[in-house]
């Protein structure tokens, strides 16, 4: 092997080394402060995961790179060089499920900030390790692994900080719930076999349609974390997106699992309101209708009992039309009268 040779792929493996002892475990502190957490379902395990993916797949492309550039030293009649592994260990001591914590807000900006430095640094170091394999005459193939391990990392930031500046604004500086955490922060990972995504964001709009269906696949039961999934939907939802969804379809708010039980009520109250209205307006319209109070001139004392006292009795309004009656039988009349 000729001396120049030997000299420039021994430097181009110590330079590929040097990358993968400073950037293979750029993804550690990102991994650890997920699965610390990822208990609480929706889709914290289902990014975790994918965020494990990855962390593996970066560590392997550094050492197959610096494996490939050592075989290459070897090819050339020297000496291959150890290659050292870039496995790093990623062990938490994770917590016990509990029904009373999610994750907290500055873990959730960690992981954000993580994620976004991983990024950058990786697509980085993935252009350093591309440029060192094709200078040695070899493939490229692990430096892109690299670099599109960066590019991943960079595009899930802004979901997950538009997700985590809605869940700040419930929930500043303190505790989330899991739901929150697994359907509002990792909701976009969610699996959702039966749209409800798509059904919530139309949802949300107004759309009462969307509402209906909603509640036909609760009543259906074919989705076990739909309530979970409607709470952190709420809880994501604007003032204004909220009022417009308790005026315009109460019937359906009310019915939905999921929400908080004051919004229940709030939208039941609304809705017996909206009958109670129509009704009114309805008796109105007939002849001698409307409330008690409308047809007597009389205000109606209220009842203890039932909501309402009776006012004074009134005879009976004799029937319009023909009314088949029955009454005891009496010698020499017919048991049915028509009158």
Not at 298 to 303: K, L
Request: glycine share 12%.
């Amino acid at each position: 092997m000729a001396a120049d040779t030997a000299t420039e792929l021994e430097l181009a493996f110590t330079r590929v080394v040097r990358l993968g002892r400073e950037y293979a475990g750029v993804l550690d502190s990102p991994y650890r402060c997920l699965i610390a957490k990822a208990w609480v379902g929706g889709g914290a395990p289902v990014f975790a995961e994918e965020l494990r993916v990855r962390r593996a797949r970066v560590q392997a492309a550094f050492q197959e790179a610096a494996a490939q550039i050592a075989d290459q030293i070897h090819r050339q009649g020297g000496r291959r060089p150890a290659v050292p592994t870039f496995a790093t260990p990623a062990a938490v001591v994770s917590p016990a499920p509990s029904g009373f914590a999610g994750m907290d807000i500055p873990a959730m900006q960690r992981l954000i900030a993580g994620l976004e430095r991983a990024g950058q640094e990786l697509r980085h170091a993935g252009a350093r390790v591309g440029a060192e394999l094709r200078a040695s005459g070899l493939p490229a193939a692990p430096g892109h692994q690299i670099s599109g391990v960066g590019v991943w990392a960079q595009e899930q930031v802004p979901g997950l900080r538009r997700r985590l500046e809605l869940i700040q604004r419930d929930c500043p500086g303190g505790l989330t719930t899991p739901v929150m955490t697994g359907f509002g922060l990792f909701g976009g990972y969610a699996p959702d076999r039966h749209g409800v995504g798509a059904l919530l964001d139309a949802a949300a709009t107004g759309d009462v349609v969307a509402l209906q269906r909603l509640v036909e696949l609760q009543s259906t039961g074919a989705d076990r974390q739909l309530a979970a999934r409607v709470n952190a939907w709420w809880q994501s939802l604007g003032a204004a997106e909220r009022q417009r969804l308790l005026t315009g379809a109460p019937h359906l708010l009310g019915r939905l699992d999921g929400l908080p039980a004051t919004v229940r009520d709030q939208a039941n109250r609304a809705y017996l309101a909206q009958e109670k209205q129509a009704v009114t307006a309805e008796l109105a319209k007939r002849p001698g209708g409307g409330s008690p109070g409308q047809r007597t001139g009389r205000a109606v004392a209220p009842d203890h009992r039932r909501g309402t006292r009776p006012g004074p009795r009134r005879a009976r309004r004799p029937p319009t039309g023909p009314v088949a009656a029955v009454r005891p039988f009496r010698p020499g009349e017919g048991r049915h009268l028509l009158r």
